[in-house]
C-alpha cells in the first residue's frame, strides 16, 4: 500500500488541477502525461523501461505517447499508476471522464483519492479504432472539497489514456 504525504508531491504545472465546484462547470482536462513530480513509487510506478518519446521527462520510465502536445500515457502494464495533485472546489456529485483508447475489451483501472478507491474496478469501453482513438468512460464519483492526490492505477493495462475531465453534477 502507498501512504500518500503530499509534501513530497509537486504538481506538474506548480499548483494543483483545478476541480470547479460550480453545479455543470466542466474542468479543464488532466493531461495523463502531466502527472507530478517525485520519482518512481512516489508520483507514478512503471514496470517496465522507457517506451515513446524519450525526451519527455527522460529521467522517469512513464511511457509518453507522441502526440501534440504532449497528454498520453500508453504501453500501460497491469499494477502501473500516476498521481495528480488536484484541488476540488467543492463537495458533491461529479461525472469523471477518462478518456482512453483501448482496441481490446480487457483494460481495467480505478482512481483513487488520497489512497481511497472512489470508483471500483471500471472496464475501459473498447474504442472503434485502435489506442490513438481515445473516448470518454464516463462514471458519477463523489468528492470532497480541497486538495487530494488523485491516482490513476492500470489494474489491467491495455491501453493508452490522455486525461481525465471531471464535470459537477449535483
Known sequence: MVVIDPDHFRPYNGT??????AIGAVSDMIPA??????????????????DGVGDYRPN??????????RSVVGWTSDGEWLTYTVNVEENGEYELNSLIGAPGDNGRYSVFFDDVNITGILASAKTPGSYGDQQPNRTTVQLTKG????KFYMNVGAYDVRGWIFTRKK
Open 16 to 21: 494543483p488541477f483545478l476541480i470547479k465546484g
Open 60 to 69: 522517469d520510465n512513464v511511457d509518453v505517447g507522441d502526440y501534440t502536445p
Open 147 to 150: 486538495r487530494h492526490i488523485m
Open 33 to 50: 502525461a502531466q502527472y507530478d513530480f517525485g520519482g518512481e513509487g512516489i508520483a507514478f510506478h512503471d514496470t517496465g523501461g522507457k
